[in-house]
Structures are given as structure tokens and as C-alpha cells.
């Protein structure tokens, strides 16, 4: 019923920028809220940004200054512009969704993209 794709991840120096990029489809009635989230190996997955549909961000202590998200709700899309890399940086990046589906609008669904490679090298 819902996809949320992800593109953008890769290799890059630390010091270095990347922009991740997820959009989302199919049967969705609204977006409340879009974030990112990011696992390293043998690490539990972590919160990195949120957006609200109104604005609202919030980010981890580790990005603050350097990452920023931001959401397209016409696109259904949200960005991740991550600066100044680092190396602890490095993990796969999960997109996540709260949302309301077409045809069930009284509930809340959580979706995740399939994860991009974020690779920084010191």
C-alpha cells in the first residue's frame, strides 16, 4: 500500500556532505510525521531526525549543528542534508513514515524504507 525509497547514500571523506533523499507513495491520505533513523553494525537503530507536517524537528545530540531535515508535502518527500561527516557517522539510514492511509484515516501506520549506505572514511 505505501513505499518509502530512499536515495542518496554513499561513500565520503569525513568532513564531507551527503543528502539523503526518501519519498513515499501509494495509499496515503496524510503525512503526520517523517524521520531518519540510522543502525551501525552491532548497534541498535537510532533516531537521527524527525520533521513534523507542521515544521517541527527534532534531532540527536551526536547531529545537531551539522544535519538537516526537511520535508517536500507536496512531494511527500523528506531530505536529510548531512555536513562535516564524521566517521561514526557511518550506518545504514532508515526512512520511517507515520501516517494515514486513504480509506482508514481514524489510525496511525508506521512505514520504513529499506535502508541506504552512509559511509564516511577518515
Known amino acids: 500500500q505505501v513505499q518509502l525509497v530512499e536515495s542518496g547514500g554513499g561513500l565520503v571523506q569525513a568532513g564531507g556532505s551527503l543528502r539523503l533523499s526518501c519519498a513515499a507513495s501509494?495509499?496515503?491520505?496524510?503525512?503526520?510525521?517523517m524521520g531518519w533513523y540510522r543502525q551501525a553494525p552491532g548497534k541498535q537503530r537510532e533516531l537521527v531526525a524527525a520533521?513534523?507536517?507542521?515544521?517541527?524537528?527534532n534531532y540527536a545530540d551526536s547531529v545537531k549543528g551539522r544535519f538537516t531535515i526537511s520535508r517536500d508535502n507536496a512531494k511527500n518527500t523528506v531530505y536529510l542534508q548531512m555536513n562535516s561527516l564524521k566517521s561514526e557517522d557511518t550506518a545504514v539510514y532508515y526512512c520511517?513514515?507515520?501516517?494515514?492511509?486513504?480509506?482508514?484515516?481514524?489510525?496511525?501506520?508506521?512505514?520504513w524504507g529499506q535502508g541506504t549506505q552512509v559511509t564516511v572514511s577518515s
Open positions: 520533521i513534523t507536517s507542521g515544521g517541527t524537528t
Open positions: 501509494g495509499s496515503i491520505f496524510n503525512i503526520n510525521a
Open positions: 520511517n513514515a507515520n501516517l494515514n492511509l486513504r480509506g482508514s484515516t481514524s489510525y496511525a501506520y508506521i512505514y
